[in-house]
């Protein structure tokens, strides 16, 4: 993307949070906010909007530029979205309307944290912008633990996220060795499975589970489901299974949406805050068997996303980056985009960042790449291990007990 050949703007900064909190939301925030802090000639003051574009719409700004250095990087390592966040996603006239609100507040530059909805709103927003001849900066922020925005190879929030689903399927493995059963953890993802399948990163033996993983991106067959249980049940007398919330049929109809008639703000079928698809689940492998069986069904629900001490330092130093990164492109006068992450080819982790356009990740959506999936569509592969665990970083070392049987003696 080209920079604009004119000096950036003097004026205001106003910059808000939406969608799903992360554990690392905030690195991006105070990133943005101390990088703006950075350039006093060209931001004058820094505005942080109260729940999104609700907050502009209804004027509640709150002043950042002088709040305490101590206190932003406090609130930097902090999960959760600090400024409040917002599902809403405003109409085209709400969009000029919040235009209205910026320019009255000389607004110059406006950054947006969040994921694909978040890159459309900051869009309209500009386009509006456009049209009034008004030199207002826009830029999105990516955030997202459902790792689905196009045009990166992975989104800050993301890999904090699969840490805690990791080191919980962990946890879960050895609950379930010491009392045998059969256990369902239903994870979040509507579309995109990729926390769904970071659930097999801590396995720590070969038996570890999960021993089933079921994404969005494979039709569920019900039958097939309880097949596969089956076996690993006959093979270890217990399996731990990882479902997506998003799972489907063949006909691309998800199964919870069939038990639930609840929708989001966006009109999707709420799929979270609910333990009907585990149960549902659960109630056919009970059904399955003859003989009475231990089985057990978990929904993470909003766990996963803000789960304190569970973070991703290279999450935490990424979402930062491109919090800074950002600021310093609409300094230098370019005037819209998005910051993307590309891993570097070669041994060991590491990554440049990449401007792209906001059309480059609104509205759209990406799935699990097919070489993450196995060809039964019932787990990952090694592929989808290697591409996730720099981004989750060290797990738990856990220990099994090496002992010999002591021989049987005859009574």
Same mark, same amino acid.
């Given at each position: ?36 802090? /950075? ?5 004058? /003051? ?57 320019? @009255? ?92 399948? %970071? ?46 919330? +998003?799972?489907?049929? %063949? ?15 966006? +009109? ?7 333990? @009907? ?16 069986? /231990? ?24 979402? /930062? ?66 591409? @996730? ?23």
């Amino acid at each position: 993307m080209a920079k604009s050949a004119s000096s950036a703007n003097v004026g205001n900064m106003v910059i808000g949070q939406s969608g799903g909190p992360t554990v690392v939301i905030n690195q991006s925030l105070i990133g943005a906010v101390l990088e703006a802090r /950075r350039h006093k000639k060209v931001i004058q /003051r820094v505005y942080g909007a109260l729940h999104g574009v609700q907050g502009i719409l209804k004027q509640e700004l709150i002043d950042l530029t002088d709040e305490p250095k101590a206190n932003l990087e406090l609130v930097a390592g902090t999960p959760a979205s600090a400024l409040g966040s917002v599902r809403k996603k405003p109409s085209a006239e709400e969009c000029r309307a919040m235009f209205e609100i910026l320019k @009255a507040h000389n607004v110059r530059y406006f950054f947006y944290i969040g994921g694909n909805d978040s890159a459309e709103t900051a869009h309209i927003v500009r386009q509006v912008a456009i049209e009034a001849a008004y030199d207002l900066h826009v830029f999105h922020i990516p955030k997202t633990i459902d790792n689905d925005l196009r045009n990166t190879d992975h989104c800050p929030g993301f890999g904090s996220a699969a840490k805690f689903v990791a080191q919980a399927f962990m946890g879960d493995d050895m609950d379930n060795r010491s009392l045998k059963g059969i256990k369902i953890n239903v994870i979040m993802g509507r579309h995109a499975g990729f926390l769904t399948a %970071a659930s097999a990163l801590g396995r720590a033996s070969k038996d570890a589970g999960p021993h089933l993983v079921y994404l969005p991106e494979v039709a569920f067959d019900e039958k097939q489901f309880v097949e596969d249980v089956k076996k690993v049940y006959a093979k270890l007398g217990r399996c731990i299974i990882a479902v997506s919330e +998003g799972i489907a049929d %063949a006909s691309g109809q998800a199964i919870a949406a069939k038990f639930s008639k609840e929708v989001d703000s966006h +009109g999707n079928v709420q799929l979270s805050g609910s333990g @009907a698809l585990g149960d549902l689940l659960a109630d056919m492998i009970k059904k399955s068997f003859t003989e009475k069986i /231990r089985v057990r069904a978990d929904t993470f629900g909003y766990l996963q996303r803000s789960f304190c001490g569970v973070i991703s330092s290279v999450d935490a130093k990424e979402a /930062r980056k491109v919090g800074e990164l950002a600021v310093k492109y609409a300094v230098e006068g370019v005037p819209e985009g998005t910051i993307s992450i590309v891993r570097k080819k070669g041994k060991g982790y590491a990554v440049d960042y990449k401007l792209n356009e906001l059309g480059a990740v609104a509205k759209l959506t990406t799935h699990m790449d097919p070489k993450f999936i196995n060809k039964e569509g019932n787990n990952v592969t090694k592929a989808f291990i290697d591409y @996730a665990l720099p981004l989750v970083g060290d797990l738990p070392k856990v220990g099994f007990l090496s002992g010999k049987k002591v021989a049987k003696k005859k009574i």
